[in-house]
């Protein structure tokens, strides 16, 4: 019996990479008003593009 051969993946083409990509920069934007007092400064890798 063969053993299969790896496929890796491929994230960029799900969709949730395709949401965030699509959303990032809105939730850069409103990350200090909306979410910061609760969970602080942005660290990477939201600061990572």
Known sequence: MVAPI???RNP??????ESIL???????AV???RYQK??????????VR
């Open 6 to 8: 790896y496929q890796p």
């Open 38 to 47: 609760k969970y602080g400064d942005a660290q990477a890798p939201f600061q």
């Open 12 to 17: 960029k083409v799900s969709p949730l990479y």
């Open 31 to 33: 990350y200090e008003e």
């Open 22 to 28: 699509n959303h990032f920069a809105e939730f850069e």
